[in-house]
Structures are given as structure tokens and as C-alpha cells.
Nanobody, 120 residues
Framework: QVQLVESGGGLVQPGGSLRLSCAASGRMFRANAMGWYRQAPGKERELVAS???????NYADSVKGRFTISRDNAKNAVYLQMDNLKPEDTAVYLCNAQVLTIAMTNVDCWGQGTQVTVSS
């Protein structure tokens, strides 16, 4: 079983910064695409940022210029640096990874989520 463990959420004031971390562990060959989603009350889950193994990234329009996604392929880890946070960024942030298992099958894995609250 592959497990994603997230950390780094918390309460910050508008304009503040947080860095989220997520590491995949378990029986896998490697993580391919990795990303961060978020879900706020009353809203559907949305993709915040994603990154593939080559380093190519994709961002939601609402976070472009403020968030930076990165990864460490050797550690099967993904990070999200969030700067200039806004109240509308408040949500549960979930790590996602498309993992190639040791059985050579692709599975879509999710973390438990970490709360990010931006409030004055």
C-alpha cells in the first residue's frame, strides 16, 4: 500500500507564507505525476498545482505567481511553497500522486489532507 503523508498546513495571516510537504512511501517503483488539490467548504475539489517527473508544472490560474510546486524524485516527495496567501486560499489541501507500483500498475493515491487557513 502506498501512503502519502502531508505536513506544513496551519493558520497564517493574509500575505503570509506556508510550505506544504508530501512524501509518498510504501511499495512503489516511483511516483510519476504529483500534485496538490484543495477543497473548501461548499466547493468542489480543484487542482492547485501539479508536476511531472521531468519537472514540468501546471498551476491553477488563481495561484499563478504566488505558489510554487517542486519535487524530489529520489524521495518521492512533492512540495508546495505558498506565498502571498489570501483568505480565499483557505481549504484542505490534499497531496495526490500517480504511483507506479512494484506490480507495474499505475494507481492514484491521495493524502489525508492538511488544513490551510488564511485569516486576519
Amino acid at each position: 500500500q502506498v501512503q502519502l503523508v502531508e505536513s506544513g498546513g496551519g493558520l497564517v495571516q493574509p500575505g503570509g507564507s506556508l510550505r506544504l510537504s508530501c512524501a509518498a512511501s510504501g511499495r512503489m517503483f516511483r511516483a510519476n505525476a504529483m500534485g496538490w488539490y484543495r477543497q473548501a467548504p461548499g466547493k468542489e475539489r480543484e487542482l492547485v498545482a501539479s508536476i511531472i517527473s521531468t519537472g514540468s508544472t501546471n498551476y491553477a490560474d488563481s495561484v499563478k505567481g504566488r505558489f510554487t510546486i517542486s519535487r524530489d524524485n529520489a524521495k518521492n516527495a512533492v512540495y508546495l511553497q505558498m506565498d502571498n496567501l489570501k483568505p480565499e486560499d483557505t481549504a484542505v489541501y490534499l497531496c495526490n500522486a500517480q504511483v507506479l507500483t512494484i506490480a507495474m500498475t499505475n494507481v492514484d493515491c491521495w493524502g489525508q489532507g492538511t488544513q490551510v487557513t488564511v485569516s486576519s
